[in-house]
């Protein structure tokens, strides 16, 4: 059997095998143009780390264009791979073309997931929450938000007891939620992005109404205590219990308890014509659509179109129910940005 040369080595499709012949970076041969193999796909992980390592190299020092972007497209193919790599070149400010491949290969795998989530036939809120997270935040860690999640919804069991009523229970969920962890709207800056981004809302405490009720949700589902959503034109609030007459709280407002009938003539004063249908509650689907379209709203008025367009791909594949009041009005809140 021959022997390989131990150094030095470079690297071929999808940087898979060492090269029986040592070429320097900026060599078109340095990244041969064959498809990879089968063999390729199926390399120890040592050798795999070192392969893409020393693609995230040349991907720092190539000079050739072309040959820059055959390094380009196979770390795109490499996708998740390779992003330890590359995030560490990025974190040492070595140059913007790791993280643009790293941003893009993100990107990418955040697209699959869209779809994959979309096309279930049941959707998970918490989930489709954080994929909005991760399009705003995209080094942000899923698990850690949904550790803060497990806390907040222990610390609140544990005040609540076994078993609260709809009276005991609301004073401290409230309490807790809005005085004590500090959750509230963001009166000062409505429209920043991060109002929507999960991570961020938990870490800041701020939100705008619908992010707010999502956190209230998602930790009143651990809990598993009667909370629901209920998709109001102009203002997203959540109920507790099946009773149409409420008890209802606006997260935004601090928790506030309200009634139906104080529902009712506040959307009235605000110039929708009541329907009943506007206290129902809505489902995830729906209540993720809403996040979109609100995100939709604020990227289109800064001028930012690529955010705008991407995020307008995930709201059509979400796909979202029928609203459940009048289009004429529930659509027109959402997409001026009201949550």
């Given at each position: 059997m021959p022997?390989r040369?131990?150094v030095?080595?470079?690297y071929?499709?999808?940087?898979?095998?060492?090269?029986?012949r040592?070429?320097?970076?900026?060599?078109?041969?340095?990244?041969?143009e064959?498809?990879?193999?089968?063999?390729?796909?199926?390399l120890?992980?040592?050798e795999?780390?070192?392969?893409?390592?020393?693609?995230?190299?040349?991907?720092g020092c190539?000079?050739?264009a072309?040959?820059?972007a055959?390094?380009?497209?196979r770390?795109?193919e490499?996708g998740?791979?390779?992003?330890?790599?590359?995030d560490?070149?990025?974190?040492?400010?070595?140059?913007g073309?790791a993280a643009?491949v790293?941003?893009?290969?993100?990107?990418?795998?955040?697209d699959a997931?869209?779809?994959r989530?979309a096309?279930?036939?049941d959707v998970?809120?918490e989930?489709?929450?954080?994929?909005?997270d991760?399009?705003?935040?995209?080094?942000?860690?899923p698990s850690?938000?949904?550790?803060?999640l497990?806390?907040?919804?222990s610390e609140?069991?544990?005040?609540?007891?076994?078993?609260p009523?709809?009276?005991a229970a609301?004073?401290i969920?409230?309490?807790?939620?809005?005085?004590?962890?500090?959750?509230?709207?963001?009166t000062?800056?409505?429209?920043?992005?991060?109002?929507?981004?999960?991570?961020?809302?938990?870490?800041r405490?701020?939100?705008?109404?619908?992010?707010?009720?999502?956190v209230l949700?998602?930790?009143?589902?651990?809990?598993?205590l009667?909370i629901?959503g209920i998709?109001?034109p102009g203002?997203?609030?959540?109920?507790?219990?099946?009773?149409t007459?409420g008890?209802?709280?606006?997260?935004?407002?601090?928790g506030?308890?309200?009634t139906g009938?104080?529902?009712?003539?506040?959307l009235c004063a605000?110039?929708?014509?009541f329907?009943?249908?506007m206290?129902q509650p809505?489902?995830?689907?729906?209540?993720?659509?809403?996040?979109?379209?609100n995100l939709?709203?604020?990227?289109t008025k800064?001028?930012a179109a690529?955010d705008?367009e991407?995020?307008g791909?995930?709201?059509?594949?979400a796909?979202a129910?029928p609203q459940?009041?009048?289009p004429s009005?529930?659509?027109a809140a959402?997409?001026?940005g009201?949550?």
């Open positions: 022997i040369r131990a030095p080595v470079c071929d499709s999808r940087v898979s095998h060492p090269s029986d040592a070429v320097s970076p900026s060599s078109p041969s340095a990244v041969p064959r498809a990879p193999s089968t063999a390729d796909r199926t120890v992980p040592t795999c780390r070192s392969a893409i390592e020393a693609l995230v190299t040349l991907l190539e000079t050739k072309a040959n820059l055959i390094v380009r497209s770390l795109r490499l998740a791979e390779a992003l330890p790599s590359l560490r070149v990025r974190a040492a400010g070595g140059g073309h643009e790293a941003r893009e290969i993100r990107g990418r795998l955040l997931e869209w779809e989530w096309a279930g036939p998970d809120l989930t489709g929450a954080l994929l909005i991760r399009f705003g935040n995209p080094l942000s860690d850690a938000v949904r550790r803060r497990d806390d907040l919804a609140l069991g544990r005040r609540l007891g076994r078993r009523t709809v009276d609301i004073p969920l409230t309490s807790y939620l809005f005085d004590d962890v500090g959750l509230r709207g963001n000062d800056d409505y429209e920043d992005p991060d109002n929507s981004y999960l991570s961020r809302v938990l870490e405490k701020l939100g705008v109404p619908v992010s707010l009720s999502v949700l998602l930790v009143a589902k651990r809990l598993r009667p629901v998709g109001m203002h997203f609030i959540v109920r507790y219990g099946a009773r007459s008890p209802y709280l606006d997260a935004f407002g601090g506030k308890v309200l009938k104080a529902c009712a003539d506040w605000s110039g929708f014509e329907d009943p249908r206290l809505v489902g995830s689907r729906y209540i993720v659509a809403r996040m979109l379209r939709i709203a604020v990227f800064r001028g690529s705008a991407t995020l791909r995930y709201l059509k594949a796909a129910s459940p009041h009048a009005s529930g659509s959402e997409e001026s009201a949550a």
